[in-house]
């Protein structure tokens, strides 16, 4: 007996310390509240636009800003800051240097309809019009299945015994190309230092014959190259790395990821984006080819600026023309999964690989901004793509977590884009932080007491919600089950999960002569959406979260793997009856008001009151 009083404490303590490594601070990935709704409306949305407003016009009076210089004389830009639940934007701003007063083409004043150039943001319409065409069922196939030239006469033996000198063409995939793992060069003929007009000699470069230049390639001065001369010279070019390796940029790649899906379906690239996205979407200030030269922002000298600069094949990886409004109405399409099914949409808006930078991942051809928000260090991911051709340039950045979309493009010499892209992150996430917190905290916080629970009648069962600025997620507390709190029995229900009945029923024990398992207060527990949502028939709908748990030591544990149970690992890992404890539905009318809250495990459900 006195083995047994001195076991069963130490039991306990030692149950509460590996608890530390199974339930920690971090969240699910997505969002910490509900999607904001009537952003319009929102104060904390109007305190950000008119504070982004405010640090606009203090930069284009002075030149400078916190992320750098900005261009205040010869760089036109436009911003578009919109929801994807409302058609108009949220917030506009759009800048007309002096010198488009005196431009010999274009428009005097940009607006959202204004037509830009805007580069390899043509990728991500590229690769858009392929998985609305035939999905991603190809994805995993050799290009070399449809387009065998790149193969260049060459066969797997060759390849494998001069992986220097030979691109393993029999290896790379349709979708390694869209994502930038193939490991490619970047082009071919376009733009080659060795046809430039230009006295390279002078650089102290070696001359070169004539067999050793490209034959073809798009420039300023030279017709882009023809498809089978393209394939021809790109397939001869030497590897930059393994595939699936690293992730290195490749234009070429698009264009060959654009082919392929040609020759899949039997029509011409440009068909196929058409039939996919600007019809359907009516983009009708977006194009492939170059529009009328009064719709767009011409800086300068048409062709000096690249807007008249036309790339022939090339065309799928950054030729493409659009507008603000435009790409607004494209990236809402794609936030809303308007022609995507919802799992397609969030099956792309996923990264492929890492980029050597902790905050930056890519995807397909995502590129993949990681924030963390200062004030709960809560992980926001961007969903991005930026575009650069000559003197225009931009940036598509789409944030499920709050269903926005941002839209910001250029014309000019300034890195103005770059500038304010910096300042969404500096100020339209927190306050989109913000805002959805307000909103659950009017929506779901509260005390919440059980109306119906197959167990014993006529005690006590209930919990409160709140928030704190600050912190993600609903919290839960004073989590009462039966009269009893029911945080302190997770040391009980811990081995449980995993079979050890032995532990479970000592620590009962323990828990039963009362000495305590774990101190309460060192026990959070917070809420999150899961994005669930399945409409009832009075108008309403039931609105599922996840509970994560938290639990605080005063032990210190530095290793990299000491957080390894994060919580994505242990969601659902309590189970009763085919129900997981963490689970709470929410039944909510048909306006927006909840109704009751049905937590399965504990067979109850529970009234705001």
């Not at 204004?114 to 319409?125: E, N, P, Q, V």
């Not at 029999?170 to 994502?179: W, Y």
Request: aromatic share 10%; with cysteine; proline share 7%.
């Amino acid at each position: 007996m006195m083995m047994n009083l001195y076991i069963l404490p130490c039991m306990a303590f030692a149950i509460s310390q590996h608890l530390v490594h199974a339930f920690n601070t971090e969240s699910f990935l997505g969002p910490a509240f509900s999607i904001p709704q009537n952003l319009s409306d929102n104060p904390t949305i109007k305190t950000a636009n008119q504070d982004f407003l405010t640090i606009i016009n203090e930069a284009l009076e002075t030149g400078s800003s916190t992320h750098g210089l900005f261009d205040n004389t010869s760089t036109a830009f436009s911003f578009e800051f919109y929801s994807a639940s409302v058609e108009e934007p949220l917030f506009q701003y759009h800048y007309s240097p002096s010198i488009l007063a005196d431009a010999e083409q274009g428009v005097k004043t940009v607006d959202r309809n204004t037509i830009y150039r805007i580069g390899s943001i043509t990728k991500l319409l590229t690769v858009y019009t392929s998985l609305i065409t035939d999905g991603d069922a190809h994805f995993n196939e050799p290009v070399t299945k449809y387009i065998p030239e790149l193969l260049v006469g060459g066969d797997e033996d060759e390849m494998s015994e001069d992986p220097v000198n030979r691109v393993a063409w029999d290896e790379i995939t349709i979708g390694s190309l869209a994502s930038h793992m193939a490991g490619v060069g970047s082009t071919y003929g376009w733009l080659d230092i060795s046809l430039a007009d230009f006295p390279v000699s002078e650089l102290n470069l070696p001359s070169l014959p004539a067999d050793e230049k490209p034959t073809c390639g798009a420039s300023l001065s030279r017709p882009p190259c023809p498809e089978d001369e393209f394939l021809k010279g790109f397939a001869s070019r030497s590897p930059v790395f393994p595939t699936f390796q690293t992730p290195v940029y490749s234009n070429a790649a698009f264009q060959i990821f654009a082919l392929a899906l040609s020759r899949i379906t039997g029509k011409d690239f440009k068909t196929l984006m058409d039939e996919a996205l600007f019809k359907p979407l009516n983009l009708s200030r977006t194009s492939y080819t170059k529009p009328d030269d009064s719709l767009g922002v011409i800086p300068g000298n048409a062709t000096t600026t690249f807007w008249n600069f036309e790339m022939g094949g090339v065309w799928p990886t950054g030729g493409v023309w659009s507008s603000t409004a435009d790409l607004s109405t494209l990236g809402r399409s794609i936030l809303t999964s308007k022609i995507l099914t919802p799992s397609q949409t969030r099956r792309w808006m996923k990264p492929l690989t890492h980029t050597a930078s902790l905050h930056a991942s890519i995807g397909a051809p995502w590129e993949i901004q990681r924030i963390v928000l200062p004030a709960s260090n809560r992980v926001v991911d961007l969903y991005t793509k930026s575009g650069k051709v000559g003197i225009y340039g931009g940036y598509m950045i789409l944030v499920p977590d709050f269903d926005v979309g941002f839209t910001l493009l250029q014309a000019g010499p300034g890195l103005n884009t770059d500038v304010l892209a910096g300042w969404v992150v500096d100020i339209f996430l927190p306050a989109l932080e913000e805002a959805a917190r307000l909103q659950a905290v009017t929506d779901y916080t509260g005390e919440y007491k059980v109306q119906t629970q197959t167990q014993t009648p006529g005690t006590n069962s209930s919990f409160t919600l709140s928030s704190e600025k600050g912190k993600p997620g609903l919290i839960l507390t004073n989590w009462i089950n039966n009269n009893y709190s029911l945080p302190p029995l997770i040391p009980i229900l811990k081995p449980l999960a995993i079979g050890d009945i032995e532990t479970a029923t000592a620590l009962l024990e323990l828990y039963k002569s009362g000495v305590p398992l774990i101190d309460p207060s060192t026990i959070t527990i917070n809420l999150y959406p899961t994005g669930l949502r399945t409409p009832v028939v009075d108008g309403g709908e039931l609105v599922s979260f996840r509970a994560g748990f938290d639990i605080i030591s005063d032990g210190e544990d530095t290793s990299p793997f000491a957080d390894s149970l994060v919580p994505w690992s242990i969601a659902d890992v309590f189970v009763y009856g085919n129900q997981g404890l963490d689970e709470f539905v929410f039944r909510l009318d048909g306006e927006g008001s909840v109704v009751s809250v049905e937590n399965e495990f504990l067979r109850a459900v529970f009234g705001k009151l």
